[in-house]
């Protein structure tokens, strides 16, 4: 880092102090009020008014936008991203602030608003170099997603963003391990659905009905051809089958089977290619029961790929805080901050934290302190990107 970046880092993190208390709070009141995808309203509310910041720009309809700190306005800003969508989840925590009514924070977005806000504040109280973007996102857990409408309608560009970064709490990562990773992190994942017509009929005269159920068991087997055979196994795929469908009665032959299930691929010449091979060994497989298969692909999200540059700058900068940070970390999870990640330079970091659970689990919790950890990740982010 530069001494004037040392400097701003030293600043921030001295004004970040003075945010924690109330951000705490803040991450406890979102807790108990959760709101899921595309109900985001009152969530949004409450984050706009705890910036403190005036009533910003609208987002992806119950979004918002908030830009703080003046800067050189001219110059552009960079954006912080939050999640403001809750799951439909029923909380198990067990804590006096659990959220009831069956929608929980199962995914930490509840830390990542607080955070945010934390240090959104601490930039403005410095007086950074640039302006920094709330950029409060909805929809990330349901399709359509909110980042890929973001992206479509142009507000980035109209607040002149030169950077995207966010921070996702993490249980598979060490309590307080920072994974700051250059290049892909995570896997794109596209939608399928699969329909086989056959022939139905009498269960008793099999040789008059051409039988999807016996097709789509095969194609379901073939589909694994996909990671094992067909895609770089140094690259990886994931061809995943999550739900299966045919027939009512134990002994007729339904006249159609359907499948719906994902595909997740690192690279994006790998995700076309996954997408040719499944339609071909559907078909084919199909063709060899005497039935006809449909393929419906529905594309999800890009694989996400963190700025190098910026994911270097994070790094050293962490770690000469003292984080503990990797810079190998990847999955096949998938996240919608991938569609920043195609249009300008982004950097997705992952927190570790001990939730008590796995993400999306009713008994996930991490602890309040993951708000400043959260916190000072976006800073280190921030700082990264003013450098560009
Ligand atoms: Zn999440």
């Known amino acids: 880092m530069t001494g004037s970046a040392v400097a701003l880092t030293g600043a921030l993190r001295a004004a970040l102090r003075e945010e924690l208390d109330s951000a705490r709070a803040l991450r406890r ?29 609208p987002a992806a309809e119950t979004g918002r936008v908030v830009l703080l700190g003046g800067g050189r306005a001219a110059e552009g800003c960079i954006a912080l991203r939050a999640e403001l969508d809750a799951l439909p989840v029923t909380e198990a925590t067990g804590v006096a602030w659990a959220a009831t009514g069956g929608a929980m924070h199962a995914c930490g977005h509840d830390v990542h608003l607080a955070a945010t806000v934390a240090a959104c504040r601490a930039i403005d109280r410095v007086g950074a170099p640039l302006p920094v973007a709330a950029l409060l996102q909805p929809r990330e857990e349901t399709a359509p997603s909110g980042a890929r409408e973001i992206v479509a309608s142009g507000l980035l560009d109209a607040i002149g963003a030169r950077a995207v970064v966010g921070a996702h709490v993490q249980p ?27 022939g139905g009929g009498h269960a008793g005269y099999p040789h008059t009905v051409r039988d999807p159920v016996v097709a789509l068991a095969s194609i379901v087997l073939n589909l694994q051809q996909i990671p ?79 700025d190098p540059t910026l994911a270097h700058r994070a790094a050293a900068a962490l770690h000469a805080e003292g984080y503990d940070v990797v810079t190998d970390f990847r999955s096949f999870g998938a996240d919608d901050f991938a569609h920043y990640s195609e249009r300008l330079p982004a950097l997705m970091m992952f927190v570790g934290v001990d939730g008590g659970a796995g993400l999306h689990d009713p008994r996930f919790l991490p602890p309040d302190d993951a708000v400043d950890t959260v916190a000072e990740v976006l800073l280190a982010g921030y700082v990264a990107a003013l450098a560009g």
């Not at 899921?36 to 403190?52: H, Q, Y």
């Not at 009665?249 to 040719?276: H, K, Y």
């Open 29 to 57: 009141r979102l807790h108990a009020h959760p709101r899921v995808s595309g109900d985001e309203a009152d969530t949004t509310d409450l984050v706009v008014d705890a910036l403190g910041a005036g009533p910003g720009l």
């Open 172 to 198: 598979h990562i060490d309590a307080r391990r920072i994974a700051v990773t250059p290049g892909l992190v995570n896997a794109s994942v596209d939608e399928f659905e699969i329909t086989v017509h056959g």
């Open 228 to 306: 094992a055979r067909r895609i770089d196994p140094v690259h990886g795929a994931v061809c995943l089958v999550g739900g299966l469908s045919a027939g009512t009665a134990p002994n007729v032959v339904p006249s159609s089977a359907r499948a719906i299930g994902s595909l997740r691929l690192m690279r994006a010449e790998d995700r076309q290619q996954a997408a040719r091979e499944l339609v071909e060994i559907v078909e084919a497989s199909a063709a060899a029961y005497g039935c006809r298969a449909d393929v419906r692909l529905v594309d999800g999200e890009p694989a996400l790929r963190n």
